[in-house]
């Protein structure tokens, strides 16, 4: 079946770094996305990786794609209270083109 | 980056009208978009994919006479809320990929928030 799971909470200290995990369950996904929501807006596009790749890294931001495992984590350096916000992992199905959200994990920073 | 621009942000409705909500893709080409429905703390529930040209595909359990999705163009969108109801208040956001971008790339609008009255 289609899931994509996530954790609902993380609560981290200012300063430190963010881990956000997500576990997926189709193996011939192509692409896998994090998505950010702040309160009442839409979904930026932080980032994506390729299923054939581990580990893709652009700034602060690092994505690790473990395939055997089907898991997938973001993790964020130096984390800011401008990272507070909704963070949803995506899942492209290849077999029917159609992206699969989890439930989205909010993060809080505490100072 | 890409933009995909909805219109309008907010819309507030009698119940039985019918409402219009536009997608589009302001520098790229959008072959494929999708159309999704987000409640109040919870995640993205993908509606329907609509390609270019060609009628929608909609998800299991979504009335396509209810929500009608039209793709007229590679750079619109639009999605029809027929005779609308309270309980289709929600917040309706839609994507593209494009013809001219890298095939992973999925960029969302802004957002259309409904309240049916």
């Known amino acids: 079946g289609e899931d994509v799971e996530q954790s609902l909470f993380l609560s981290v200290r200012e300063g430190d770094s963010s881990v956000i995990n997500c576990t997926y369950t189709?193996?011939?996904?192509?692409?896998l996305y994090w998505y950010k929501q702040e309160p009442g807006a839409g979904l930026q596009l932080l980032t994506y990786?390729?299923?054939?790749?581990d580990m893709k890294q652009d700034q602060r931001l690092t994505v690790l794609l473990n395939k055997k495992d089907k898991h997938l984590s973001l993790r964020i350096a130096d984390t800011q209270t401008g990272d507070s916000a909704i963070y949803f992992c995506?899942?492209?199905?290849?077999?029917?083109?159609?992206?699969?959200f989890g439930s989205g994990t909010r993060l809080s920073i505490r100072p | 980056g890409a933009v995909v621009s909805q219109h309008p942000s907010r819309v507030i409705c009698k119940s039985g009208t019918s409402v219009k909500i536009e997608c589009r893709s302001l520098?790229?080409?959008?072959?494929?978009m999708f159309w999704y429905r987000q409640f109040p703390k919870q995640s993205l529930m993908l509606m329907a994919t609509?390609?270019?040209?060609?009628?929608?595909?909609?998800e299991q359990g979504v009335e396509k006479d209810k929500f009608l999705i039209n793709h007229a163009s590679l750079t619109l969108s639009t999605l029809t809320v027929t005779s609308a109801h309270p309980e289709d208040s929600s917040f309706y956001i839609c994507?593209?990929?494009?013809?001219?971008?890298?095939?992973?790339?999925?960029?969302f609008g802004e957002g259309s928030r409904l309240t049916v009255l």
């Open positions: 994507s593209a990929r494009g013809l001219d971008r890298d095939a992973g790339e999925l960029f």
């Open positions: 189709d193996s011939s996904s192509t692409y």
């Open positions: 990786i390729f299923s054939n790749m």
């Open positions: 995506a899942e492209l199905y290849s077999s029917a083109s159609k992206i699969i």
């Open positions: 520098d790229f080409q959008a072959t494929t």
């Open positions: 609509s390609n270019e040209g060609s009628k929608a595909t909609y």
